[in-house]
């Protein structure tokens, strides 16, 4: 699955930096994904999303759809064929449970903490991580550098306790 | 460098009403790139999210830091020169989202979540796109954490903007 092409981590952020000019600079838009995750909630009956910025369908919603879109481009412009998979490669599957249920259950408890995390903290690492640290705003680089104290907390326990 | 500031001057004068709002569904293709740009960048690969955190693997920290870094030298360049969205018009505004009370508690558990499920709420969009079918599973955890936000959230505000 992994023959994905990789661009050195510089090239990659590069990148991923020019999007965000890109962003602001054709349509005066910053950056973000994670309030997209709130339109939808709104759209699906939670109230508090019913309400501002996350009365949706909104731009957010639309830029969230066309990630899957550039993901499989890059899969098929990598020069391998688009397959659907449950690999997580060689680092995960060593701690996480092998039964793809039990291992769901576990991704369900992560994706469920990154989703209160990120309105708790006002933004994800798209928003605050790289958006937020771009505009050099002292709040964002706080959240930037606490997702990292948190990810090296839960990564590091599970390699401890299980690997 | 004069052909940019003519057209600056030749804007319309007010940041008013006759600026027409963008479809939302124009921004697809914007997502698109994106999604493209993370896939490219090692962002939607698991072992890269272990290996950040393991410090064996720092592919995924150089992708921010350059990241932020260019983006910096972009916002930088185009506060300077005060300059328009280009298919708006307006001024862009480079406000940075505020101090929010919960913002230190959040952000660890949004932390501990990108430990857990080696995703972020943009790459898991982009690994999905990909064929990776465990991302179904984060991007449910993702919507159902943000559900129960909406439940104690007593502010109407569901931080964020």
């Excluded at chain 1, 060689?90 to 576990?106: D, E, F, K, N, Q």
Aim: with cysteine; proline share 5%; aromatic share 10%.
């Amino acid at each position: 699955m992994d023959n994905l092409i990789t661009w050195a981590g510089w090239v990659g952020g590069i990148g991923v930096g020019l999007v965000v000019i890109l962003l602001f600079l054709t349509t005066g838009k910053a950056l973000g994904v994670s309030s997209a995750y709130g339109e939808v909630c709104g759209m699906a009956g939670q109230p508090v999303y019913q309400r501002g910025s996350f009365s949706g369908p909104k731009w957010r919603l639309f830029f969230a759809l066309g990630l899957p879109i550039g993901g499989a481009i890059a899969v098929l412009t990598s020069g391998i064929s688009w397959v659907p998979t449950w690999d997580m490669g060689t680092l995960y599957p060593s701690v996480l449970p092998a039964s793809i249920w039990a291992r769901g259950a576990v991704l369900v408890c992560g994706g469920a903490l990154i989703g209160v995390g990120a309105r708790m903290a006002g933004g994800c690492q798209s928003g605050h991580a790289i958006t937020g640290m771009a505009l050099l705003n002292p709040p964002s680089v706080l959240a930037g550098g606490l997702f990292f104290v948190g990810g090296i907390v839960s990564v590091q326990a599970l390699f401890q306790f299980l690997g | 460098m004069r052909t940019t500031a003519a057209q600056i001057d030749d804007a319309p004068a007010s940041d008013a009403p006759d600026m027409t709002p963008l479809h939302p569904a124009l921004f697809l293709p914007f997502g698109a790139i994106f999604g493209f740009v993370l896939s490219r960048a090692g962002a939607t690969t698991y072992d890269y999210y272990a290996g950040l955190f393991l410090f064996s693997d720092l592919q995924l920290l150089w992708v921010i830091a350059a990241g932020a870094a260019t983006g910096a030298v972009g916002i930088a360049v185009m506060k300077t020169r005060k300059a328009r969205a280009l298919l708006t018009g307006e001024t862009i505004s480079f406000v940075g989202k505020p101090f929010q009370r919960q913002l230190i508690p959040g952000s660890l558990l949004l932390g501990l979540g990108w430990g857990l499920a080696g995703a972020c709420p943009g790459t898991v969009l982009a690994m999905l796109g990909e064929g990776k079918l465990n991302a179904l599973f984060t991007i449910a955890g993702i919507l159902l954490g943000t559900w129960l936000y909406g439940l104690f959230d007593r502010s109407a505000g569901a931080n964020g903007r």
